[in-house]
């Protein structure tokens, strides 16, 4: 029988984490719960709490890969498990700068129209990075697309640490869809939050997040265009 996009991409996650180099002592995961999940400030949980698996291997050289598991609630219809699979390198450019490339796969369960991949790179500095990914069929909509963004953290006290994100995404030809055309091929996301270290392997942060309109859509405009985001994250 043969295997779905979404087991396809599954086995490949598997075989990267597995068989890269074959050393499991660099895996490591994250479990995490929040009340509303949101990929570039758009919610894909259908405004209502979420969690995800995360695995991750870091070889030698950069070299690195790993998952992640979630559940998407796009409508009534579009909803089902959402994995992501990536690899990259990181490498030096300077004291106290690293450079970044690599590929990520996205399937979705029930939904799998909306398979895409991105390649991404990016600068890397200390409390901060900035990326570029671009997409030759952003959700399978036949859009190219084009996501920038800059994230920060600092320190704010013992424990404490203050967090911002700003992204713009922009797409390009195939289908418009109605409800995103009159407002333009562009979208801003914005995060700004704090979070708190909880122990040594766990965070809570809490976040304020807003988008705009416009940009490559491919689901519902129904989501809450900014809201507060509560989340807790353990690793092991």
Do not use: C
């Not at 900014?226 to 690793?235: D, E, G, I, M, P």
């Amino acid at each position: 029988m043969p295997l779905t996009p979404l087991a396809r991409l599954t086995t490949l996650a598997a075989t990267l984490l597995a068989g890269v180099g074959g050393a499991w002592a660099d895996v490591g995961g994250t479990l995490s719960v929040q009340t509303d999940a949101r990929q570039r400030g758009m919610s894909y949980s259908g405004n209502r709490p979420s969690a995800q698996l995360g695995l991750a291997w870091d070889g030698s050289a950069g070299w690195y890969a790993g998952a992640q598991l979630a559940h998407a609630r796009f409508n009534a219809l579009g909803r089902g498990a959402w994995l992501q699979a990536y690899g990259g390198r990181v490498f030096e450019l300077g004291t106290g700068l690293d450079g970044e490339a690599g590929v990520i796969a996205h399937g979705f369960e029930n939904v799998s129209r909306y398979d895409y991949q991105e390649v991404y790179a990016g600068l890397l500095g200390e409390g901060w990075n900035l990326r570029l990914y671009l997409s030759p069929d952003y959700y399978g909509g036949g859009q190219r697309s084009a996501y920038a963004e800059l994230n920060l953290r600092w320190p704010l006290a013992k424990g404490w640490a203050g967090l911002a994100h700003v992204g713009l995404l922009h797409g390009r030809g195939g289908q418009v869809w109605s409800y995103a055309e009159p407002h333009g091929p562009t979208r801003l996301d914005l995060r700004l939050g704090a979070s708190w270290q909880l122990g040594q392997s766990s965070e809570l942060q809490l976040a304020w997040i807003g988008a705009g309109r416009g940009g490559p859509y491919t689901w519902t405009d129904s989501t809450r265009r900014r809201t507060a985001v509560l989340s807790l994250t353990a690793a092991f």
